[in-house]
């Protein structure tokens, strides 16, 4: 059986070519519905004889997938060959054609075969081809905002970047995001794998050696806010791994010979409390409740770099839609069951980004050197109600049912209050003033596109 999709690119063949050879293509264009994990690879870009090694879960069972780059001729094509895995056969040859000196053509040809025979073949060939067209759809879509963003600073230099939080949900998607664009990528963790820098906020142990020499650093790290149900304890465990680990980072920033220029700190909306119908902005005041203080507190830490870096950067988070982690992945089997719908009434407004603009206004910031507060939301919110209709239409699922604002707080505590039922009714205001262009600012085009649901009449 044979699949094949194309799409038009904004650049040439060779730069095309690149993009897909770099370090973090690979995962940039993996599909987030998808539950991929990279075991190993042998060899450097997309050399012949380059190995890859996948591991597939799907209803609870693994699969390992092995394939190898069988051909390759830069800037033209490469081919990459299933040795072992879920097919009888697979075999994807990638086709860069120019159409002039800034256009090419990407053309996706796969051979595939079913275990189990013709008959087995002939039966799931339409749900496969659906699979397929779903996926490099989604692919395409991503090759194409990447290479619009590579082009744009095509003359900058790679800059060096320390990402903390970088193996977590937004951290490693923005990692894969900055490799693919040719820029040099290390994590600030625990558990430092090569390259990486080590530190433990909770004994206040960083590895300043290895903190010289980086151009920005982003710090997302954090724990999850919806971990767990607060209590005293819990409180203070969020507390220390937002305002005391920026503080012992900005210390150490401090104190190295070669300082980044650019500091990007993680913060959020919960900043500004709960608003009711107020449209809030970045000049708008502090709200009230645990959110917004412990917000305050973690930005007044990011604040301190001021003092010694070119600039800082806070960024208020709103919920980041990708169905490869964070809120909208821990909805999706209640969704998909048909039983969601809305938190307690409804009303309350939730401030929304889909990942590709969280990545790409971040990179915009970081690129265009702004500094301060920035709201990275969409400008368009939703309420509760309105966002459980949309999901359920992209599902196309029922989302009628209702979690009552009592059954929350018993389940959840103070932060069914202040992270679920609170408004918030944000805008990007500096983000627009900057310029940034939200590539997916409607709720429904954000979720088709992680979702992986192919919009009636779209191409390519």
Same mark, same amino acid.
């Given at each position: 059986?044979?699949?094949? =999709? ?5 650049? $040439? ?8 050879? =770099? ?69 994807? #040859? ?12 990407? *053309?996706?040809?796969?051979? !595939? ?5 013709? /008959? ?12 397929? &067209? ?25 800059? #060096? ?5 970088? !193996?977590?949900?937004?951290? $490693? ?16 963790? =625990?558990?430092? #794998? ?26 997302? *790290? ?7 149900? @607060? ?15 920026? #503080? ?6 401090? %104190? ?41 507190? @973690? ?6 770099? &001021? ?19 964070? *809120?909208?992945? &821990? ?14 009434? %409804? ?6 980004? *889909?990942?590709?603009? @969280? ?8 690129? &265009? ?32 049912? $209702? ?8 389940? /959840? ?7 679920? /039922? ?13 310029? !940034? ?6 709720? %429904? ?16």
């Amino acid at each position: 059986m044979r699949f094949r =999709r194309e799409v038009l690119l904004p650049c $040439s063949a060779s730069e095309a070519f690149d993009l897909h050879a =770099r370090e973090g293509a690979f995962e940039r264009l993996a599909p987030p519905w998808d539950r991929l994990e990279i075991l190993s690879k042998t060899g450097t870009g997309l050399e012949k004889n380059s190995t890859i090694l996948l591991q597939l879960r799907k209803l609870g069972f693994r699969k390992e997938w092995l394939a190898v780059i069988s051909e390759c001729s830069d800037g033209v094509y490469f081919k990459d060959v299933q040795v072992r895995g879920p097919f009888a056969k697979w075999e994807h #040859k990638h086709a860069f054609n120019g159409v002039d000196a800034s256009t090419s053509i990407l *053309a996706d040809e796969i051979e !595939y075969a079913l275990p189990g025979g013709s /008959l087995v073949n002939s039966f799931a060939r339409g749900h496969v081809q659906s699979i397929l &067209e779903r996926t490099f759809w989604y692919r395409h879509e991503i090759t194409k905002n990447d290479l619009v963003l590579w082009d744009r600073y095509r003359d900058r230099n790679p800059s #060096k970047i320390l990402i903390s939080g970088g !193996y977590g949900f937004l951290g $490693s998607r923005l990692s894969a995001f900055l490799r693919a664009q040719g820029h040099s990528v290390a994590v600030l963790t =625990r558990s430092p #794998k090569n390259g990486d820098v080590g530190w433990d906020p909770a004994s206040g142990m960083v590895d300043k050696e290895r903190l010289e020499g980086f151009d920005a650093v982003i710090h997302l *790290a954090g724990e999850n806010l919806a971990s767990g149900r @607060w209590n005293d304890q819990r409180k203070t465990q969020l507390w220390n791994s937002r305002v005391d680990a920026t #503080k012992l980072l900005v210390q150490a920033l401090e %104190g190295v010979k070669r300082q980044p220029q650019t500091f990007i700190c993680a913060s959020g909306i919960g900043y500004y409390g709960d608003c009711g119908d107020q449209r809030v902005r970045e000049t708008d005041p502090l709200g009230t409740g645990f959110l917004a203080e412990l917000c305050q507190a @973690w930005e007044a830490e990011s604040i301190a770099a &001021e003092s010694f870096l070119d600039r800082v950067v806070r960024l208020r988070t709103g919920v980041v839609m990708d169905a490869g982690g964070g *809120a909208l992945r &821990e909805m999706l089997p209640l969704f998909l069951m048909g039983l969601g719908g809305a938190l307690g009434k %409804g009303n309350q407004w939730m401030p929304w980004i *889909a990942l590709e603009d @969280w990545i790409g206004s971040l990179y915009h910031l970081l690129m &265009e050197e702004e500094a301060g507060a920035c709201n990275l939301v969409s400008p368009n919110p939703v309420t509760s109600r309105e966002f459980a209709k949309c999901l359920g239409s992209v599902l196309s699922r029922p989302a009628v049912m $209702s979690v009552p604002a009592p059954v929350l707080r018993l389940m /959840l505590g103070e932060f069914a209050n202040e992270g679920l /039922l609170s408004s918030c009714r944000a805008q990007p205001a500096r983000l627009e003033s900057f310029g !940034y262009q939200f590539k997916y600012p409607n709720l %429904g085009d954000a979720l088709n596109l992680t979702l992986g649901r192919f919009p009636e009449g779209s191409s390519s």
